[in-house]
């Protein structure tokens, strides 16, 4: 199985300060077509995890582009250019390209 | 536009099966472009993935629930299913259903809890 591990666990921010979070995974996630099968998703307290990037780098729609996806290979990273209060809750990283489907154990974003 | 639903009871009891139904609108479960996947979230916990259904219904599960999950798609239907065996409070998790593309966003419908409980 595809391990990811992420890091930070705890990650506290303070509002507009940038942020970032790391994937790496025990596999290379790109596929012969070119493109890194590596999504991020953010759950928010007491709701469903919202898709914020797929494909590595792809922003999903609505998605603020103070988000931004980056990474190759085995490591990938998460970024947010100015921290909202909004942006507060549990990040996660999924690989889609070998079964079983895996995730990341989360970061957990807290303002300061 | 794309919608996913969720449906099936609340609450199983120890040792019974627990069947959820994803129903999908606005998309054909027969597109070859597409598969469609069970994950789950027990409270407080990650995220899980449980099986994936393919176009010409091919399944793969996750090794650790194999023995007892099995997916199913009903094309006449519009809807795809999952049944879990032998459940156990460990089974308790908000369970979710997904559409996957090979290029195209992964879109999650939006959870049912499922509580095993005597």
């Known amino acids: 199985d595809i391990v990811l591990t992420q890091s930070p666990l705890s990650l506290p921010v303070t509002p507009g300060e940038p942020a970032s979070i790391s994937c790496r995974s025990s596999?290379?996630?790109?596929?012969?077509?070119?493109?890194?099968?590596l999504d991020w998703y953010l759950q928010k307290p007491g709701q469903s995890p919202q898709l914020l990037i797929y494909l590595g780098s792809n922003r999903a729609s609505g998605v603020p582009d103070r988000f931004s996806g980056s990474g190759s290979g085995t490591d990938f990273t998460l970024k947010i250019s100015r921290v909202e209060a909004e942006d507060v809750g549990v990040y996660y990283c999924?690989?889609?390209?070998?079964?079983?489907?895996?995730f990341g154990g989360g970061t957990k974003l807290e303002i300061k | 536009q794309l919608q996913l639903q969720e449906s099936g009871p609340g609450l199983v009891k120890p040792s019974e099966t627990l069947s959820l139904t994803c129903t999908v609108s606005?998309?054909?479960?027969?597109?070859?472009?597409?598969?469609w996947v069970w994950l789950r979230q027990p409270p407080g916990k990650g995220l899980e993935w449980i099986g994936s259904i393919y176009y010409g219904g091919s399944t793969y599960y996750n090794p650790s629930l194999m023995s007892r999950v099995t997916i199913t798609a009903d094309m006449s239907k519009n809807h795809f299913s999952l049944m879990l065996g032998s459940v156990t409070a460990a089974d308790t998790a908000v369970y979710y259903c997904?559409?996957?593309?090979?290029?195209?966003?992964?879109?999650w419908g939006q959870g049912t809890l499922v509580t095993v409980s005597s």
């Open positions: 997904a559409r996957r593309g090979l290029t195209t966003p992964p879109f």
């Open positions: 596999q290379s996630l790109l596929f012969s077509n070119g493109f890194h099968y």
């Open positions: 606005g998309g054909s479960i027969s597109s070859s472009s597409y598969y």
């Open positions: 999924k690989q889609a390209l070998h079964n079983p489907l895996t």
